[in-house]
């Protein structure tokens, strides 16, 4: 996801993001340097890189992300899930549409979740069809296809998705988790040349925090590391939880779809042991995430090998 904010924050700031989207392609490198000095204060180092946003970035401007495009597609992945052997991790959809007016609300279930399958973090969530508010939903996700936005150049890649709407099922919150977290917990798995490191948990989005979520921070064993996260305006800190049930499953398939990238984060969910997908992401946040410690980024950095790809 490019970054968790609320629609009241994005209207705010859309002139500005159509002027970033307008300098992006045509001086990327640029454009990167400078929201990196705005938001982490400093350049990054992309001629040798050494941390986690530093790496993400120099692949982003160095290497052909067209397999990006593709896996960051939120219906074109699922091809790529079922390549892997991963089909039962799927989270079922209702149909794929070009625009809302194609959509037929009539035949969806009463709950579901609608997503436009270019963008990252723009959902609309309906729990209860009748009660919902069909047109105000249907004209904002048609603002969503209608717009052509990058929010950063590290993130072209989305540019050449194609603008499309999925209805999906909505998952809903088993006990054991509902004890940490009113809403579903996302666990973003870091791996790094094929091995799972950290795993980075979201939960009580737009909550307790209005505009964003809290999070932790843990290592592959399980250790929760507060340490490497950094308390934003949209990240707070959350309480250390168990291990999920079935967790080593969980590692194991964010390894194998992330097999073949140098670096990429899997999001997935685990409702009492069953695993889903959520989705894959090669530039969390525009690789400009100030919400990790620099010890995090340092130590995250040096775990990844870009010599293969420094190499061609």
Same mark, same amino acid.
């Given at each position: @996801?490019?970054?968790?904010?609320?629609?009241?924050? %994005?209207?705010?700031?859309?002139?500005?993001?159509?002027? *970033?989207?307008?300098?992006?392609?045509? @001086?990327?490198?640029?454009?990167?340097?400078?929201?990196?000095?705005?938001?982490?204060?400093?350049?990054?180092?992309?001629?040798n890189p050494q941390d986690l946003n530093e790496k993400i970035l120099w692949m982003a401007?160095?290497?052909?992300?067209?397999?990006?495009?593709?896996?960051?597609?939120?219906?074109? $992945?699922?091809?790529? $899930?079922?390549? #892997?052997?991963?089909?039962?991790?799927?989270? +079922?959809?209702?149909?794929?549409?070009? &625009?809302?007016?194609?959509?037929?609300?009539?035949?969806?279930? &009463?709950?579901?979740?609608?997503?436009?399958? +270019?963008?990252?973090?723009?959902?609309?969530?309906?729990?209860?069809?009748?009660?919902?508010?069909?047109?105000?939903?249907?004209?904002?996700?048609?603002?969503?296809?209608?717009?052509?936005?990058?929010?950063?150049? !590290?993130?072209?890649?989305?540019?050449?998705?194609?603008?499309?709407?999925? !209805?999906?099922?909505?998952?809903?919150?088993?006990? $054991?988790?509902?004890?940490?977290?009113?809403?579903?917990?996302?666990? %973003?798995?870091? *791996?790094?040349?094929?091995? !799972?490191?950290?795993?980075? $948990? #979201?939960?009580?989005?737009? *909550?307790?925090?209005?505009?964003? !979520?809290?999070?932790?921070?843990?290592?592959?064993?399980?250790?929760?590391?507060?340490?490497? #996260?950094?308390?934003?305006?949209?990240?707070?800190?959350?309480?250390?939880?168990?291990?999920?049930?079935?967790?080593?499953?969980?590692?194991?398939?964010?390894?194998?779809?992330?097999?073949?990238?140098?670096?990429?984060?899997?999001?997935?969910?685990?409702?009492?042991?069953?695993?889903?997908?959520?989705?894959?992401?090669?530039?969390?946040?525009?690789?400009?995430?100030d919400f990790y410690s620099d010890l995090f980024l340092r130590k995250a950095g040096s775990?990844?090998?870009?010599?293969?790809?420094?190499?061609?």
């Open positions: @996801m490019h970054f968790i904010t609320s629609p009241k924050r %994005k209207k705010a700031v859309m002139p500005l993001l159509r002027l *970033v989207n307008w300098l992006n392609p045509r @001086m990327p490198k640029t454009m990167v340097q400078i929201r990196h000095l705005l938001r982490m204060k400093r350049f990054a180092h992309l001629r401007l160095n290497t052909d992300t067209s397999e990006w495009s593709r896996l960051a597609d939120k219906y074109e $992945v699922r091809d790529y $899930v079922r390549e #892997c052997g991963l089909e039962d991790i799927l989270i +079922h959809q209702y149909g794929l549409w070009n &625009n809302m007016n194609e959509v037929e609300f009539d035949k969806l279930p &009463n709950s579901f979740i609608l997503k436009p399958t +270019h963008g990252s973090g723009d959902v609309v969530v309906v729990r209860d069809k009748t009660t919902a508010d069909i047109e105000a939903i249907k004209q904002k996700i048609q603002e969503d296809l209608d717009t052509n936005l990058i929010t950063s150049s !590290a993130e072209l890649h989305y540019g050449r998705i194609p603008h499309r709407v999925v !209805a999906e099922q909505l998952l809903q919150n088993d006990p $054991v988790s509902e004890k940490y977290s009113s809403t579903l917990i996302d666990y %973003k798995i870091w *791996v790094f040349n094929g091995k !799972a490191h950290y795993v980075w $948990v #979201c939960m009580n989005r737009f *909550v307790r925090n209005k505009d964003g !979520a809290e999070v932790m921070t843990y290592d592959r064993e399980w250790n929760a590391h507060p340490e490497y #996260c950094r308390v934003t305006p949209d990240f707070s800190l959350a309480d250390p939880m168990p291990k999920p049930a079935g967790y080593d499953h969980m590692l194991e398939v964010a390894e194998k779809l992330a097999k073949p990238f140098p670096v990429v984060r899997v999001d997935l969910y685990n409702l009492n042991g069953t695993i889903y997908f959520g989705e894959m992401t090669f530039t969390s946040y525009g690789a400009i995430m775990e990844i090998d870009l010599s293969k790809e420094m190499k061609r």
